[in-house]
T-cell receptor, first 112, second 114 residues
Framework: DQQVKQNSPSLSVQEGRISILNCDYT??????FLWYKKYPAEGPTFLIS?????DKNEDGRFTVFLNKSAKHLSLHIVPSQPGDSAVYFC???????????FGKGTRLHILP | KAGVTQTPRYLIKTRGQQVTLSCSPI?????VSWYQQTPGQGLQFLFE???????NKGNFPGRFSGRQFSNSRSEMNVSTLELGDSALYLC?????????????FGPGTRLTVL
């Protein structure tokens, strides 16, 4: 049973436009959510996180929105740049349970 | 600060063999987690070690085991390899723990089982 779902395996967005990556979760105990970015032949790198006490966290071009009632979070990248082309993993954890559950990832292609 | 290092980077083994992968965390980090990445399943949690103790374990068979040394370096062992074990194995380190702290990933070890 997948507790963290990224239903879009890939997404193509024009350079300069907004990229929106979506993630759904099923476990209501999750209280910490993260996004990681992965380039080929490299390990994932941390991008941004959000605690369940917030509904929005912003860091430069990256904003994560959390909708707890819908068990849904999204990552917005504005404006999208060529270097943003990568695989993005959504992840979630319950603070009393020390493991992070990852989604399967969404491959983002930024088109020139 | 040096990042997380994993050795070897690439490994080819045959079915039935065993393999040991190594992970050196960022200096000062006490938590090391291991993940398996495959195209179909994404990133799946294997286990986490904190101060030499296994703190959490994912849903993998007992053929997958690990340990952590007093210097926080960690090893992962897979015995009786199966074709389905072919994957990228990633380790990540953090200060406090997988769920409460940003994790920093190594580049991974690409294991191919023939």
């Amino acid at each position: 049973d997948q507790q963290v779902k990224q239903n879009s395996p890939s997404l193509s967005v024009q350079e300069g436009r907004i990229s929106i990556l979506n993630c759904d979760y099923t476990n209501s105990m999750f209280d910490y959510f993260l996004w990681y970015k992965k380039y080929p032949a490299e390990g994932p790198t941390f991008l941004i996180s959000i605690s369940s006490i917030k509904d929005k966290n912003e860091d430069g071009r990256f904003t994560v929105f959390l909708n707890k009632s819908a068990k849904h979070l999204s990552l917005h990248i504005v404006p999208s740049q060529p270097g943003d082309s990568a695989v993005y993993f959504c992840a979630a954890s319950a603070s009393r349970d020390d493991k992070i559950i990852f989604g399967k990832g969404t491959r983002l292609h930024i088109l020139p | 600060k040096a990042g997380v290092t994993q050795t070897p980077r690439y490994l080819i083994k045959t079915r039935g063999q065993q393999v040991t992968l190594s992970c050196s965390p960022i200096s000062g980090h006490r938590s090391v987690s291991w993940y398996q990445q495959t195209p179909g399943q994404g990133l799946q949690f294997l286990f986490e070690y904190f101060s030499e103790t296994q703190r959490n374990k994912g849903n993998f068979p007992g053929r997958f085991s690990g340990r952590q040394f007093s210097n926080s370096r960690s090893e992962m062992n897979v015995s009786t390899l199966e074709l389905g074990d072919s994957a990228l194995y990633l380790c990540a380190s953090g200060n406090q723990g997988a769920s409460t702290d940003t994790q920093y990933f190594g580049p991974g070890t690409r294991l191919t089982v023939l």
